[in-house]
C-alpha cells in the first residue's frame, strides 16, 4: 500500500481527519525511505536549512529544479501539505500537529494505544495464548492460497478444490468478483486478473482492500476503514487485542480483513460454532485446561474474544516489502528461484499454488519433492503474453523471487553503492575532485578494475541473466512487429499514369497501406474500396 499516494487521492477534510490521528502519522512515517524518515525526524526537532536537508537526502542533482525545496525533498510529504517552506525557502519545517502526532507515536512503546476508542492493553487472560510469528507465517500463507484458489480455478479449470473458496468471507468474495479480474461470467481471467496474480502479496491484498473501501457509500464508513486499516498495521505481530476495544463497524471489517490474512481472530468457541475453519494444523495451541483453541475467520456474532495483526498488515503500509519478522516470507519460494541463462528455472516449493503461478509463463517438466523444474520457452512466454501477462510483469516477479543468493549479492551492492555515494557527495561539498579522478579510471574498489569485472561477467539484472530478461522483451515485441488489415489490392492498371493517379489518390485520403511502383500495385483500407472503384472507373472514362 502506497499510505502517501492513497492518502493524497482522498478529499482535504478526510486527509486531514486521518492525520490527526497519531498512528495514521506514524504510518506515513514508515511508509518513507530510511533517508527520508532521519530527515522527517530532524525536521520533528525544529525548522532546518534547505541545504543541511539535501546533504542528508542526497539530492544534490535536484537542486537545479525550479520546484519549491520542499517539493524537491519531500514529495511524498509535500503532497500531503505536512512539510512547508519559509524564509524565502531556504528553511523547511514540518506542521505543528502532524509533529506531535508522530511524536506522540514515536514515543509510545505500543503507537496503536493511543486510539481513544477503546482499551487496546485490556488485560488478556492466561488461558489465551499468543500464537507465534510462524503459526501467523502459515496461517497467513493459508489465507493467501485460498484467496487466489478462485481465480486459478478460472485460469485452469479443475485444478484446484472449488470448495476452499468457503475459507473467504462473502463480503471479500464479491470484491473479488466486481474487482475486474474475471469477466462478467466468469468463464476467463482477465489481464487485469493475470496482472494481479503474478503481483507481489501485499499489494494483492491493498487491491482488494482498496476496492472494498471504495465501493463504501458513506465518507465517514471510508476515513474509518482506513484509519482501522492503518491501526492494524501499527500494531506489533502477534500482538493480542481484545475485540471489545473496537467498534461494531471495526468488528464488521475484522471480519472481512480477517480472511485475506491480515489479521488473526481467536477465541473458545465450540467446533459446531465455527463458520470457518482455515487453521493450519502447525498452528494450534493449548489453552492452560487443555482444551482446543480454535483459531478462525470472524463471525458476525463476535463479541468476546480477541484478534493479534499478522506480519502481512505491517508490509501493506511498509515501504520495506523484501521479507517478514523471523525470516520466513509469506507466498514465497522457500529458497527462491534460480534462473540460469538457458532459460531454466529451479523453483524451490512443493507449493501447488506457486507452481500454477509458475505455469502462467513457463512450461514445467519435472516435479520433485521440495523442488520444481521449468522452462521458458517462445510458446510459454507466447502463450503469457497472449493472457495479457506482460515482458516487464514476468521479468519482476522473477526478480521478486530471486534465490536468496543472488538477494543478499543485491544488498551487499547496494550498500556498497550507498557508501561510495556518500564520499562521493562530501568530496564534491568539500571541493576536492580526488575521488572523481580515481573513480574515472576505475582505481577505487568497488567502482572499477577486479570487482566491476566480476560484475559484468556476472551479467545479472537483480538476480535475472540479463539475456533471459532480454529474450523476453523480444518475444514480446514479435507480437507487434507485423500488424494485418483487411482491404484490397489494384494491379491492373492499362498504364503507369493511371497507376500514379490511383497511388496519389489512396495516399491523400490516408487509405493506403502499400504500394510498389515496379510492379505497379497498390493495397488500399476496405473501407475505401467503394470511393476507389469510382475514382478508377472515372479515371478510365477520361482516358
Not at 503474478?198 to 471504495?214: A, E, K, M, R, T
Not at 468457541?269 to 470457518?276: A, F, L, N, Q
Not at 538476480?463 to 523476453?472: D, H, R, S, T
Not at 502499400?514 to 477520361?542: G, P, T
Amino acid at each position: 500500500m502506497e499510505v502517501n499516494e492513497y492518502l493524497t487521492r482522498l478529499p482535504a477534510p478526510t486527509r486531514a481527519k486521518l492525520l490527526a490521528l497519531p498512528h495514521c502519522c506514524l504510518a506515513v512515517f514508515r511508509s518513507l525511505g530510511d533517508s527520508e524518515r532521519y530527515a522527517l525526524l530532524r525536521l520533528v526537532s525544529g525548522p532546518q536549512h534547505v541545504n543541511t536537508l539535501t546533504t542528508l537526502l542526497q539530492q544534490n542533482a535536484l537542486l537545479r529544479s525550479n520546484e519549491p525545496p520542499e517539493r524537491r525533498l519531500f514529495p511524498a510529504l509535500a503532497a500531503l501539505d505536512v512539510v512547508v517552506s519559509e524564509a524565502n525557502g531556504t528553511m523547511i519545517r514540518v506542521d505543528e500537529a502532524f509533529s506531535k502526532n508522530l511524536k506522540t507515536a514515536l514515543a509510545s512503546l505500543e503507537p496503536a494505544g493511543t486510539r481513544q476508542n477503546g482499551d487496546v492493553d485490556a488485560a488478556i487472560p492466561a488461558s489465551v495464548t499468543a500464537p507465534s510469528q510462524a503459526d501467523l507465517i502459515e496461517y497467513t500463507k493459508t489465507c493467501w492460497e485460498n484467496m487466489l484458489v478462485p481465480l486459478l480455478n478460472t485460469a485452469f479449470p479443475g485444478r484446484f478444490d472449488r470448495r476452499q473458496k468457503s475459507s473467504i468471507s462473502r463480503k471479500m468474495l464479491e470484491v473479488l468478483s466486481s474487482s475486474g479480474l474475471v469477466n462478467e461470467n466468469e468463464t476467463e481471467v482477465t489481464n487485469q486478473g493475470y496482472h494481479f496474480l503474478l503481483s507481489d502479496i501485499p499489494g494483492q491484498v491493498w487491491s482488494l482492500i482498496q476496492n472494498y473501501i471504495d465501493n463504501m457509500s458513506s465518507g465517514s464508513d471510508k476515513t474509518e476503514a482506513v484509519s482501522f486499516l492503518i491501526f492494524l498495521a501499527t500494531l506489533p505481530s502477534g500482538k493480542l487485542v481484545s475485540l471489545s476495544s473496537l467498534s461494531e463497524k471495526e468488528k464488521a471489517l475484522l471480519i472481512d480483513w480477517a480472511s485475506l490474512g491480515i489479521a488473526m481472530v481467536l477465541d473458545s468457541v465450540s467446533e459446531d460454532e465455527m463458520d470457518v475453519d482455515t487453521t493450519p494444523t502447525t498452528s494450534r495451541r493449548r489453552s492452560s485446561s487443555g482444551a482446543s483453541q480454535k483459531k478462525k475467520a470472524a463471525t458476525q456474532s463476535a463479541t468476546s474474544g480477541f484478534f493479534c495483526p499478522t506480519p502481512l498488515a505491517w508490509q501493506i503500509v511498509s515501504s520495506q516489502r523484501e521479507g517478514l519478522a523471523g525470516g520466513t516470507e509469506i507466498g514465497k519460494w522457500k529458497r527462491g528461484i534460480i534462473v540460469e541463462s538457458n532459460f531454466m528455472l529451479y523453483a524451490y516449493t512443493d507449493s501447488e499454488i506457486l507452481i500454477a503461478l509458475l505455469d502462467l509463463f513457463a512450461e514445467v517438466s519435472t516435479r520433485l519433492p521440495n523442488l520444481c523444474i521449468a522452462q521458458i520457452t517462445r510458446r510459454s512466454a507466447r502463450e503469457a503474453f497472449r493472457r495479457g501477462i506482460s515482458a516487464t510483469r514476468i521479468i519482476k516477479y522473477l526478480q521478486q523471487n530471486r534465490h536468496s543468493v543472488h538477494l543478499e549479492k543485491q544488498r551487499t551492492a547496494a550498500a556498497a553503492a550507498a557508501a561510495r555515494m556518500l564520499d562521493r557527495d562530501a568530496a564534491i561539498l568539500m571541493g576536492d575532485d580526488t575521488l572523481l579522478r580515481l573513480e574515472a579510471t576505475g582505481s577505487i574498489v568497488g567502482t572499477g578494475g577486479d570487482d566491476a569485472a566480476e560484475d559484468d561477467e556476472d551479467n545479472r539484472v537483480h538476480g535475472l541473466p540479463e539475456q533471459v530478461a532480454e529474450q523476453i522483451q523480444l518475444w514480446e515485441e514479435e507480437r507487434s512487429r507485423f500488424q494485418s488489415c483487411e482491404g484490397y489490392m489494384y494491379d491492373d492498371f492499362d498504364n503507369r499514369a493511371q497507376y500514379a493517379a490511383v497511388e496519389k489518390y489512396a495516399r491523400d485520403l490516408g487509405v493506403l497501406v502499400w504500394a510498389n511502383n515496379e510492379k505497379m500495385a497498390v493495397f488500399v483500407l476496405e473501407s475505401a474500396h467503394e470511393a476507389m472503384k469510382a475514382f478508377i472507373r472515372k479515371q478510365a472514362s477520361n482516358s
